[in-house]
């Protein structure tokens, strides 16, 4: 990603009570970060809701689940999550429990491992980036791991034979995280998914007559 043009869109800005979002959730356990991320359906407006990392040069660590647990779920209870896209491995129980909370309509597997869908997921928030369609509230550690992606090239081609590609760490072993990068790629693909299934449409209120 360009970092100088994503600190380029930066407007925070308070999201009110209620408001219609979507979530995206990518992470680890240890060695590595966990991040949370939301946007505004309507406005393409990210903010983050947390992004938890590993101390460097701390072998014996792990994110604490109870306190991203707390997190998702004041969440929801401040906000209208249309879709909340979570990426499972180290954490299927915790996604496991939260799907039984709000159903496994609204908190949906998403694997990040799926490289075809990922290209495009990414493409799409690059291409959000590009046109300013995405906003966001300048937090400090998710402009670090936006700048910390790395592009990879894919052995594969989309539908017009052009190249895709994923993003990944300079190195295996580096410190510099970029789980806010995804987590903030799949909230923005599930804000697109809610565009295209019509959740911006004004819902037709129903009239009760009576004779």
């Not at 809701?49 to 997190?71: F, K, Q, S």
């Not at 299927?92 to 939260?98: L, P």
């Amino acid at each position: 990603f360009d970092a100088t043009r994503w600190r380029s869109l930066a407007d925070p800005q308070n999201v009110r009570k209620g408001t219609l979002i979507t979530l995206g959730f990518d992470g680890a356990r240890r060695r590595d970060a966990t991040a949370l991320v939301g946007t505004v359906v309507r406005s393409g407006y990210q903010f983050t809701l947390g992004i938890w990392e590993t101390p460097p040069n701390v072998e014996d660590y792990a994110i604490d689940e109870g306190e991203v647990d707390r997190a998702v779920t004041a969440a929801f209870d401040r906000f209208t999550v249309w879709r909340m896209y979570a990426d499972p491995p180290y954490w299927e129980e915790a996604v496991a429990r939260w799907q039984g909370r709000w159903g496994d309509q609204v908190v949906v597997d998403w694997w990040t491992n799926r490289l075809k869908q990922m290209a495009y997921a990414l493409r799409e928030y690059r291409a959000g980036m590009t046109t300013g369609a995405v906003s966001h509230d300048n937090d400090p550690v998710m402009n670090e791991h936006i700048g910390n992606a790395r592009r990879l090239q894919l052995k594969i081609v989309d539908d017009e034979n052009k190249p895709l590609w994923v993003i990944r760490k300079e190195r295996h072993d580096s410190p510099k995280k970029i789980d806010g990068s995804m987590a903030g790629t799949l909230s923005w693909k599930a804000r697109l998914d809610a565009i295209a299934a019509g959740a911006l449409k004004p819902q037709r209120s129903k009239v009760m007559r009576t004779r």
